[in-house]
């Protein structure tokens, strides 16, 4: 709900006014950012009301488990019409959502590939894809490690009080999912223009030199902002798998004299890995097409396939935009069956051992 709430280039391209569409819109074209604030501002109260439905509908409600590998549920096989309706519903489902407009892409991809008109597009195509997968990936590994990290330190907290405090202040920073891409690039530009002047002050007196861009129109700015918007993604992943652990092991282990940072890296981290793997494929799809953010903070010349996409259909030539989106299909569903085969030979594994 809160991606479809954030979109901006589906709903740009059809023409359909949306709350996050409009931020951009009066941001860029208005240049009214007082009136995308408050567009922004909405977005927020909408997010934070869906997050606090969200947590009172959960309650107390926890799932430990005993160990890294679940139980996997027993099959309920259908017959007669059952089976063929159920098979239908799902076939329907998938041939509209991905079989159709695939094929659609496929088709274009493959008269571009044979059009002798067409421009050597061959020439960037591997940078947009380096860059993509670089950026994508060290998001991924950012995002993961800070939610680890922060997951942690609330679950180590055991003054009821402070627990409290701790997991307001992570609705807080998880915020950053519901807000349009083009708003946390704003933000970071007004935070990080500041610090990135100061920085080359402080050197320029120390050294004689001044950097330049080290923060805005720079790598770290992106990832940052990447940070402030995928956060939620993440930690969730990490805090829904490290639910799932029983405290009795981890008071076990602090019983014997581990410190908590040791019973992070000896308990936890082994036993939420999928979830971990998992957080970090969905920030790095998410990562791979995310577009107002990166056009926005992206070092000069430091394009994407997302933005490669999206120049090519804004100047309405479908076709040449087939490449770059089948591109980021590709790249986003190859970690995911890699997680895929993981999981299924460590259940094979778990079987084997339990046999």
């Avoid at 309650?59 to 590998?69: I, L, M, N, P, V």
């Avoid at 008269?111 to 991924?140: C, K, R």
């Avoid at 080290?214 to 992106?222: D, E, K, Q, S, T």
């Avoid at 990447?226 to 798998?241: I, K, P, Q, T």
Wanted: charged share 15%; net charge positive.
């Amino acid at each position: 709900m809160m991606e479809a709430m954030t979109d901006y280039g589906t709903v740009s391209f059809f023409g359909y006014p949306t709350l996050s569409e409009g931020v951009v819109r009066i941001w860029e074209g208005r240049m009214d950012r007082a009136a995308a604030t408050e567009l922004a501002a909405l977005l927020l109260l909408v997010a934070f009301g869906i997050m606090l439905l969200e947590r009172a509908l959960r309650g107390q409600a926890k799932y430990y488990q005993q160990g890294g590998a679940r139980r996997r549920p027993q099959r309920l096989r259908l017959r007669g019409w059952q089976q063929w309706g159920a098979f239908g519903a799902c076939m329907t489902l998938l041939g509209i959502a991905f079989v159709l407009p695939v094929t659609q892409l496929v088709a274009w991809a493959i008269g571009e590939l044979h059009d002798p008109s067409v421009g050597a597009w061959q020439n960037i195509f591997g940078d947009y894809v380096v860059n993509s997968v670089t950026l994508a990936g060290m998001a991924a590994g950012f995002v993961i490690g800070l939610g680890l990290i922060v997951a942690h330190g609330v679950r180590s907290t055991s003054i009821t009080g402070e627990r409290r405090v701790a997991r307001g202040l992570t609705r807080l920073v998880t915020l950053g999912y519901a807000m349009p891409g083009a708003v946390v690039a704003v933000g970071v530009l007004i935070w990080l223009t500041p610090l990135n002047t100061a920085i080359n002050d402080i050197s320029d007196q120390l050294f004689g030199v001044q950097p330049g861009l080290v923060l805005i129109g720079a790598v770290p700015g992106l990832i940052y902002a990447y940070v402030v918007r995928f956060m939620a993604v993440g930690f969730n992943s990490v805090e829904a798998s490290l639910d799932k652990v029983t405290p009795n092991m981890e008071g076990a282990a602090r019983t014997l004299g581990a410190r908590p940072s040791r019973v992070l890296r000896r308990i936890h981290m082994p036993m939420v890995r999928t979830g971990m793997a998992a957080g970090a494929i969905l920030v790095f799809v998410d990562v791979m097409k995310e577009l107002p953010a990166t056009l926005m903070l992206r070092p000069f010349g430091m394009d994407t396939l997302a933005l490669w996409a999206y120049f090519l259909a804004a100047e309405s030539f479908w076709e040449a935009a087939a490449i770059p989106s089948l591109t980021i299909l590709v790249v986003g569903l190859v970690p995911v069956l890699l997680l895929m085969l993981v999981g299924e030979q460590r259940r094979r594994d778990a079987a084997c051992d339990t046999v």
